[in-house]
Structures are given as structure tokens and as C-alpha cells.
């Protein structure tokens, strides 16, 4: 059975970084795009980044770019979220999907319908 599970997540200051993990078990890690989403309170979950299961292709959401990068490593079955110069409208439950197929594209818009992890509390505040 597919299992993620997210891990990193903190209380850091204004400008401060953060890297979350996205661990994964029960599948090959490189058959699947990997996928971050947020969600704020009472806001809507946030597509922010994804990675092609080929790893040659990343992308980002405009209010991530520049600050945050996404990687993997598949011999550890783990994708990696580094975050940077976080601000307080960073804070939310960041949270990991993974996607069959998409080798060598991902669309940070698609939101999977299955194979997510249980998030991790991401708060940014002085």
C-alpha cells in the first residue's frame, strides 16, 4: 500500500528556512511525480510545486518561486521541499501527493485524487 509521510515542519521566524521531507513506501518512487500542496486556514489547499517522475522537470507556484525548491532522491524514496526567506503567509499544513506517470512533465495546477500524506504544521512568525 502507497504511504507518505511528511516530516520538517516547524515554527521559524520571518526570513528563516525550513526543509521539509516527503518519505515514501509500498511504490517505486521514480514511477510517480511528486507533488507539494498547502493549506491555510480557512483557505483553499494550494498547489506550490511538483516534480516529474523523471526528476529533469520542476515547477512552482508564483508564490513560491525563487524561495522554495523541490528535489528527490529516489534511492531513498524521498522527495525534499527546501524552504527560504518563509514569511508569515507561508503558514500552513504542507502536505505531499504523488501522481503515476508524469515523466516528463507536472502541472503544479492538477490536484491528485489519491496518494497524499497526513501533512506537517509549517507556522512563520516572530
Known amino acids: 500500500q502507497l504511504q507518505l509521510v511528511e516530516s520538517g515542519g516547524g515554527l521559524v521566524q520571518p526570513g528563516g528556512s525550513l526543509r521539509l521531507s516527503c518519505v515514501g513506501s509500498g511504490f517505486t518512487l521514480s514511477d510517480y511525480a511528486m507533488y507539494w500542496f498547502r493549506q491555510a486556514p480557512g483557505k483553499e489547499r494550494e498547489g506550490i510545486s511538483c516534480i516529474s517522475s523523471s526528476g529533469g522537470y520542476t515547477t512552482y507556484a508564483d508564490s513560491v518561486e525563487g524561495r522554495f525548491t523541490l528535489s528527490r532522491d529516489n534511492a531513498k524514496n524521498t522527495v525534499y521541499l527546501q524552504m527560504n526567506d518563509l514569511k508569515p503567509e507561508d503558514t500552513a499544513v504542507y502536505f505531499c501527493?504523488?501522481?503515476?506517470?508524469?515523466?516528463?512533465?507536472?502541472?503544479?495546477?492538477?490536484?491528485?485524487?489519491?496518494?497524499w500524506g497526513q501533512g506537517t504544521q509549517v507556522t512563520v512568525s516572530s
Open positions: 501527493a504523488a501522481v503515476a506517470g508524469f515523466r516528463w512533465l507536472c502541472d503544479v495546477t492538477y490536484e491528485p485524487r489519491e496518494n
